[in-house]
């Protein structure tokens, strides 16, 4: 998993880090930098995907393809592999998020795979 995290990461230059994250919101598999609070920050994205799928289901608009949030500095992006884990990734403010979600979206696909394995 962390090889395809790196693949990911190298396939798409406005990316800083990646983990994957259980639904229990703990790290599978992460390149978050040294001096991020790792285990506080998957717990919040799970937390966050999960408040996602909550708004998406009571606002009858399907299920949930990905959430991102758009700072100062850049964007937090999620989306769901399957299940039971997440895929969250930091992003530069000049990111192109057409390409990300792309990246993102071919990422999940192989990430699906090894997390059901």
């Known amino acids: 998993?962390?090889?395809?995290?790196?693949?990911?990461?190298?396939?798409?230059?406005?990316?800083?880090a990646a983990a994957i994250v259980g639904v229990d919101g703990l790290t599978i598999a992460?390149?978050?930098p040294l001096g991020v609070e790792e285990e506080r920050v998957s717990a919040l994205s799970a937390s966050m995907l999960n408040i996602g799928k909550r708004i998406s289901s009571e606002l009858e608009?399907?299920?949930?393809?990905?959430?991102?949030?758009?700072?100062?500095d850049g964007y937090i992006l999620l989306m769901s592999v399957g299940n039971e884990a997440l895929l969250s990734v930091l992003a530069r403010q000049q990111a192109?998020?057409?390409?990300?979600?792309?990246?993102?979206?071919k990422a999940v696909s192989d990430l699906g795979?090894?997390?059901r394995t």
């Open 61 to 72: 608009r399907g299920m949930l393809d990905e959430v991102y949030i758009q700072g100062d």
């Open 30 to 32: 992460s390149s978050f």
């Open 113 to 115: 795979d090894l997390v």
């Open 96 to 105: 192109k998020l057409g390409l990300l979600f792309l990246e993102m979206h």
């Open 1 to 16: 998993m962390l090889e395809r995290l790196h693949s990911f990461e190298g396939n798409t230059p406005d990316v800083e």
